[in-house]
């Protein structure tokens, strides 16, 4: 994965500028990417900086929305119950790059199955 080209991308997605309090994030989402890996992925592959970017971008949504819960009015504060937008586009956003680099990481979901030592008669 090329770390600029992940800085590039996360500005693209969150319209902020990348600075120091943001790398936290972006280093974040390299490392979550990394240990989702398959074994012969190729790391290199530009699908993975997309996938990187958009995650750092709804952490960073996710973030915002916490800080944003208030919302004030002229006899105090109270919170709000409407659903952030920045909130579930930056999570489609992020599921779409997902199914895109399915071929290069493990699976997200899966199915527990148990077997019985007894036999069923």
């Known amino acids: 994965m090329n770390i600029e080209s992940v800085k590039t991308l ?3 997605f969150s319209g902020e500028d990348v600075t ?4 936290p994030l972006i280093s974040l989402s390299v490392s979550e990417v990394e240990k989702m890996l398959l074994p ?6 530009v699908r ?3 996938l990187c970017a958009s995650m750092a971008n709804h952490r960073l949504q996710q973030i915002n929305s ?3 819960r208030a919302e004030f009015t002229v006899a105090g504060k109270m919170l709000t119950t409407s659903q952030n937008t920045a909130v579930a586009y930056s999570e489609k ?7 895109l ?12 199955m148990s077997f019985s030592e007894v036999e069923e008669e």
């Open 10 to 12: 996360f500005t693209l």
């Open 20 to 23: 120091e309090k943001y790398l």
């Open 40 to 45: 012969n992925a190729d790391s290199s592959d």
């Open 48 to 50: 993975l900086d997309f």
């Open 66 to 68: 916490s800080r944003e």
């Open 93 to 99: 956003l992020l599921r779409d790059y997902i199914n």
């Open 101 to 112: 680099c399915s071929d290069l990481i493990k699976p997200q979901t899966f199915v527990f």
